[in-house]
């Protein structure tokens, strides 16, 4: 019998390898997840404009739960995704806030100045966008709309324009769509929470407190965490405080910093080849060292980036395609486009993002509190400005928390196509403004 062929790592490639690899690779491409989402997008549209549209949204609304004695918990199949998956999602947003602060640009006051400046005004002028043209109406609960980006979607527009995009505006636009997160968040959490059970707040933060405290005893399991973590979910859930803010702040807690040095794993590695050399070990090396280096090889990655790289894949290809699924299914006619909701939803992403990012951006170089980088016109800035107009998820999600039913598939249509044509107009001027051919990443 033959042996298997090695792949990459020189490890035996099983056959499955062949249905697998490809799948892994499609993946690990920077525009994939967008397209994925785009095409769970384009057939909760189709479904919902389809003869089978009753169907497919009374899917949605399917209860699902369970009992334990005198308790029940039972809500409907888009609820669980929405507090439920959604936690998740706000997780992973929490992990990368805090690796932007602790590694990245968001750490550094004079270079996280350009950025925040520039999310704040994309935030403030969407808002008021959208408040000047809903005025004190029965929609104007929804100036949380306008204010979100997706971060999917602005990746996937860079990866489609290739290395012609200078590594400095990459950096710039993903700084502001993380500062973007941190401001949505806030939102979610002051702006759109009626009613607090503060018993239960109070039970979801003594929670926190002890994941805190297993954390500087040195408690290393990700078990007994996520277990801990899911008590936190269910206190927010039950407090009326928005679940997914658990998700955050839990993403927030988690250590940036791996518990070992790469020697300690370098020395493990040793132990163990000098037992397969039988260096005195009957049978070669033993589990005790083998235990060693599986787990020196997990402790030299800092929980940060081991929950970011795991659940990034979940995240993108499951989660947020799930989420389209259940809310970017719209029943629509032309005349929703011209609803007052849907275009001062419009407005304040395809107009207010551009205007507050490129104006606030202005200002803060202009005090000299930041500067403008390397390679970054402020034609480029605009064009990106645009991209950032890709309301999407969090825009999605804010609409279900902001208005009521009667108002809510006005202000999707006017997410759905203010997005449409922010990327359309974001990728014109980038393709414009970029230079032809190879680019530069400096």
């Known amino acids: 019998m033959s042996e298997p062929e090695a792949n990459a790592t020189g490890m035996p490639r099983e056959p499955i390898a062949r249905l697998t690899e490809p799948l892994e690779r499609f993946m690990h491409v920077e525009s994939a997840s967008g397209f994925v989402l785009l095409a769970a997008t384009a057939v909760a549209l189709t479904l919902a404009n389809s003869g089978f549209a009753g169907d497919f949204m009374s899917l949605w609304k399917t209860p699902v739960g369970f009992e334990f004695g005198a308790f029940e918990m039972r809500h409907s199949l888009a609820h669980w995704i929405n507090d439920g998956l959604m936690a998740i999602f706000f997780f992973v947003i929490g992990l990368e806030v805090k690796r932007e602060i602790v590694h990245g640009d968001l750490g550094n006051l004079r270079q996280a100045a350009l950025p925040i400046a520039a999310a704040v005004g994309g935030m403030l002028v969407p808002a008021g966008v959208y408040l000047a043209l809903q005025g004190d109406g029965p929609a104007a609960a929804g100036w949380g709309i306008p204010m979100a980006t997706d971060i999917a979607f602005v990746v996937g527009c860079l990866a489609l324009l290739g290395p012609r995009v200078p590594r400095a505006l990459r950096v710039l636009l993903l700084s502001v769509a993380i500062a973007d997160d941190i401001g949505a968040i806030l939102v979610i959490a002051i702006g759109y929470t009626d009613t607090i059970g503060w018993g239960a707040l109070g039970l979801g933060f003594l929670g926190i407190g002890v ?166 016109t402020w034609g480029l800035v605009l064009g990106g400005g645009l991209l950032t107009g890709i309301g999407f998820t969090m825009a999605l999600f804010i609409c279900g928390l902001a208005l009521d039913a009667e108002f809510l598939d006005a202000a999707k249509v006017g997410v759905l196509a203010a997005s449409v044509v922010a990327a359309v107009l974001g990728m014109f001027v980038m393709m414009r403004l970029l230079p032809k051919g190879g680019g530069t990443e400096g």
């Open 211 to 376: 994941i805190a405290l297993l954390s500087r005893l040195g408690v290393r399991g990700f078990g007994m965490y996520g277990r801990l973590g899911l008590c936190v979910w269910f206190a927010f859930h039950e407090s009326g405080v928005h679940a997914t803010v658990a998700g955050v702040i839990l993403g927030l807690m988690t250590p940036a910093r791996a518990y070992l040095e790469d020697t300690t794993l370098a020395q493990a590695i040793e132990r163990v080849t000098a037992g397969m050399h039988g260096d005195g070990k009957e049978g070669g090396h033993g589990v005790a060292e083998v235990r060693g280096v599986r787990w020196a090889t997990r402790e030299t990655v800092s929980p940060l980036v081991y929950l970011e790289t795991t659940l990034h894949t979940w995240v993108a290809f499951a989660i947020m395609p799930l989420f389209a699924l259940a809310n970017a299914g719209v029943a629509f006619t032309a005349s929703d486009l011209v609803d007052p909701i849907a275009i001062a939803v419009g407005a304040g992403l395809v107009i207010g993002k551009p205007i507050g990012i490129v104006g606030f951006s202005w200002l803060a170089v202009r005090a000299g509190l930041a500067e403008l980088p390397q390679g970054v």
